[in-house]
């Protein structure tokens, strides 16, 4: 697939990783639910997971060990056995992680067109960098990218906009030539934290709440409106099984 010759109108974009280049979520909750029952405790649903998704696995394991005893998460941290589950879950996700995962539609094309276009591309994600490699090796997309920046790479992770003012500073990019492209309003919140445009997708992880209320530059159905008008018009041609 050649790109077309037009200039791209960003010079970085970063993106989120769960729920914006993959979906992750079922193998998040079968990690999940494998340290709850190892531990005798009931399990969580897929929405629940879903709704849970964005600050990283470790609050998320918080949230589901509050949600099922009834305790609050300040007390589920500061539980004897806290240590002993949230290494149980690092084992437990470790197996699971990039097992029942799979890329967003256009994501692999879309990537291949903005690198070949010379726009640098960058992961700003929450979630642990042992396993957003995992991830990014299972679906070989980790060459695509010239910077991953995980939840554990700063002392401080997203909303706050380290992770984006490291990628605008190692590349010499201009906040005005940089795109953040996400689906949850703590993309939306890192990206004004950033002073970046943000664009966000519709069928990611946002917490339960519709993404358009999250105020983002740009709501985008897919992957596709990241590249030109007529590199569009083939993906919907090759769709519907029409030679573009």
Not at 19 to 29: H, K
Not at 33 to 41: H, I, P, V
Not at 47 to 55: A, L, M, P, R, S
Not at 230 to 240: G, L, M, Y
Request: hydrophobic share 45%; net charge negative; proline share 5%.
């Amino acid at each position: 697939m050649s790109a077309t010759v037009a200039p791209p109108p960003f010079d970085l974009v970063m993106f989120d990783l769960d729920g914006t280049l993959i979906e992750t979520a079922p193998e998040i909750a079968d990690a999940t639910n494998d340290t709850l029952t190892r531990f005798g405790l009931p399990e969580v649903t897929q929405q629940q997971v879903n709704d849970w998704i964005g600050h990283g696995t470790q609050t998320l394991l918080v949230q589901a060990l509050a949600a099922v005893q009834g305790i609050s998460q300040a007390a589920v941290r500061a539980g004897d056995d806290f240590a002993a589950i949230s290494a149980a879950f690092v084992q437990h996700y470790g197996q699971r992680c990039g097992t029942r995962s799979h890329l967003y539609p256009y994501v692999r094309e879309v990537l291949h067109i903005l690198k070949g276009q010379g726009v640098k591309l960058a992961v700003v994600t929450n979630k642990e960098q042992r396993y957003t490699q995992v991830v990014l090796d299972a679906h070989q997309l980790d060459p695509l990218f010239d910077r991953v920046v995980s939840g554990d790479t700063f002392a401080t992770k997203k909303p706050t906009p380290v992770g984006v003012e490291a990628c605008l500073a190692q590349f010499g990019v201009a906040k005005a030539r940089a795109l953040f492209v996400g689906d949850s309003s703590i993309d939306v919140a890192t990206a004004r934290n950033a002073g970046v445009a943000v664009w966000v997708l519709p069928y990611g992880y946002n917490m339960g709440e519709p993404i358009e209320r999250c105020n983002a530059d740009r709501v985008i159905a897919d992957f596709s409106a990241l590249v030109a008008a007529d590199v569009t018009q083939r993906f919907a041609a090759s769709a519907q099984g029409v030679p573009a």
